[in-house]
């Protein structure tokens, strides 16, 4: 079956450091895949999509590019932020259900 | 506007009880997800009712879990005979009518199984 795969945390950086969080997926079809979201003691919120190929996800800052020929949809911004510290699941959607990576802690220090 | 809506939000369970999760879908919303997150095993889809079609259950880890909608709204999860390995955060989520590819996630039950 389909999945996704994502590089391991937790990832520290320095306020207004370049970040950069990869993803991978292994799929039979063109899926569109995701970027969320999981702040301290929130809830799963979605941050970006993309669903076609070379399509580009924005939100917040943060750029995602659906890259067919090396199945990629890695996660960057430029400049992070303390509020930027959470956890961050690759996700890529299936028959309807999402089918997520293993989350990446990512701590932002001031 | 409300969001998607859990209960309770913790529960605390010994081995070998039965336990019900409750959803409250975004009202409107016609497609109901249910994902556990545990240590373990990450995000992982359970089952999926999409209006009067019959649910996708090809998540669910064992026949001691099952779920149901009712009326095309609230949904249960039960967990039969807990295990410890059951002990997760179960969230729920929903998606408006055509808009399948953004779900809108609850805030989680946490189930620890003693």
């Known amino acids: 079956g389909d999945s996704v795969t994502q590089m391991e945390g937790p990832v520290t950086l320095s306020e207004e450091a370049f970040l950069t969080i990869n993803c991978t997926y292994t799929a039979t079809g063109y899926p569109s895949l995701f970027w969320y979201v999981q702040y301290p003691g929130e809830g799963l919120q979605l941050l970006l999509k993309?669903?076609?190929?070379?399509d580009k996800g924005s939100n917040k800052g943060f750029e995602a590019t659906y890259r067919k020929e090396t199945t990629s949809f890695h996660l960057e911004k430029g400049s992070v932020q303390v509020s930027d510290s959470a956890v961050y699941f690759c996700?890529?959607?299936?028959?309807?259900?999402?089918?997520f990576g293993q989350g990446t802690e990512l701590s932002v220090k001031p | 506007g409300a969001g998607v809506s859990q209960s309770p939000s913790n529960k605390v369970t010994e081995k070998g009880k039965d336990v019900e999760l409750r959803c409250d879908p975004i009202s409107g919303h016609t497609a109901l997800y249910w994902y556990r997150q545990s240590l373990g095993q990450g995000l992982e889809f359970l089952i999926y009712?999409?209006?009067?079609?019959?649910?996708?259950k090809s998540g669910l880890p064992s026949d001691r879990f099952s779920a149901e909608r009712t009326g095309g709204s609230v949904s249960t999860l039960t967990i039969q005979r807990t295990q410890q390995e059951d002990s997760a955060v179960y969230l729920c989520a929903s998606t408006r009518p055509g808009a399948k590819e953004t779900q809108y996630f609850g805030p989680g039950t946490r189930l620890l199984v003693l």
């Open positions: 993309a669903t076609k190929a070379d």
């Open positions: 996700a890529l959607m299936e028959g309807g259900k999402l089918i």
């Open positions: 009712f999409q209006g009067n079609s019959a649910p996708d």
